[in-house]
T-cell receptor, first 111, second 121 residues
Framework: GENVEQHPSTLSVQEGDSAVIKCTYS??????FPWYKQELGKRPQLIID?????GEKKDQRIAVTLNKTAKHFSLHITETQPEDSAVYFC??????????FGPGTRLSVLP | GAVVSQHPSRVICKSGTSVKIECRSL??????MFWYRQFPKQSLMLMAT?????????EQGVEKDKFLINHASLTLSTLTVTSAHPEDSSFYIC?????????????????FGPGTRLTVL
C-alpha cells in the first residue's frame, strides 16, 4: 500500500520568510496530492492540490511542486504570516481511493 | 460549496454506552464518505470508507462490529461507537468526496467535517 513520509515534523520561521514542507510517497499509481491545513481543534482545510499531470501549481503565496520520477512533492509558503501557523498534512491517493496522509508538520511563524 | 457538517461536536458518555455521530454533506451529494480518527498531535487515520447503499469498507485493525457505519442517503453517513470504552476517546472526523463535475471537482477531493470529540468516562 501507499506510504507517505513528511518532513520536517516541526518548522519555525520568522514572519516574512518562506517555509517549505516536503513529502515523499511510495505508490507510483498515486495521481492526486492535496495539502491540508489544520488549526488546533478544527477541521483540516484543503489549501492546494496537484495532480500527476502537472509539475507545479501556485495560488498566491502558496505553491506546490511535484516530481513524479522521485516520488516527492513539496509545499512552499512565501511571505509567511502568523496566521499561517498550523499543522500541515500532505496526502496521496490514486483516483480518490485509499487516501494516505503524512504525519504532519507543525509550522510556527514567529512575529 | 462543498460544506460538510458533523454532529455532535463534542460528546461525553459513560463506559458501555453507544454514541452516534452524524456526517452530512450540505450542498452536494456524496456517494462516498470517509471516517477518520485523530489522536492528539497525530495524523489522520482512516477507519473506514462509507459507500451509499452498500456496506462500508473497513481498514485493517478497525472492528466493524464496534464502529458501525451506515450511509443511508447521498447526504448522510453515521458512525456509531458501540459499547464505548475510555480507549475509544478520540477526535473523530468525517469527510465527503466531491463527485466529479460538481463545483469543478474531479472526483478525488475530500472535504472534512468539523470533527467530534468523544470522551468516554
Amino acid at each position: 500500500g501507499e506510504n507517505v513520509e513528511q518532513h520536517p515534523s516541526t518548522l519555525s520561521v520568522q514572519e516574512g520568510d518562506s517555509a517549505v514542507i516536503k513529502c515523499t510517497y511510495s505508490d507510483s499509481a498515486s495521481n492526486y496530492f492535496p495539502w491540508y491545513k489544520q488549526e488546533l481543534g478544527k477541521r483540516p482545510q484543503l489549501i492546494i492540490d496537484i495532480r500527476s499531470n502537472v509539475g507545479e501549481k501556485k495560488d498566491q503565496r502558496i505553491a506546490v511542486t511535484l516530481n513524479k520520477t522521485a516520488k516527492h512533492f513539496s509545499l512552499h509558503i512565501t511571505e509567511t504570516q502568523p496566521e499561517d501557523s498550523a499543522v500541515y498534512f500532505c496526502a496521496a491517493t490514486s483516483w480518490g481511493q485509499n487516501f494516505v496522509f503524512g504525519p504532519g508538520t507543525r509550522l510556527s511563524v514567529l512575529p | 460549496g462543498a460544506v460538510v457538517s458533523q454532529h455532535p461536536s463534542r460528546v461525553i458518555c459513560k463506559s458501555g454506552t453507544s454514541v452516534k455521530i452524524e456526517c452530512r454533506s450540505l450542498d452536494f451529494q456524496a456517494t462516498t464518505m470517509f471516517w477518520y480518527r485523530q489522536f492528539p498531535k497525530q495524523s489522520l487515520m482512516l477507519m473506514a470508507t462509507s459507500n451509499e447503499g452498500s456496506k462500508a469498507t473497513y481498514e485493517q485493525g478497525v472492528e466493524k462490529d464496534k464502529f458501525l457505519i451506515n450511509h443511508a442517503s447521498l447526504t448522510l453517513s453515521t458512525l456509531t461507537v458501540t459499547s464505548a470504552h475510555p480507549e475509544d476517546s478520540s477526535f473523530y472526523i468525517c469527510s465527503a468526496r466531491l463527485p466529479a463535475g460538481t463545483s469543478g471537482g474531479s472526483g478525488d477531493t475530500q472535504y472534512f467535517g468539523p470533527g467530534t470529540r468523544l470522551t468516554v468516562l
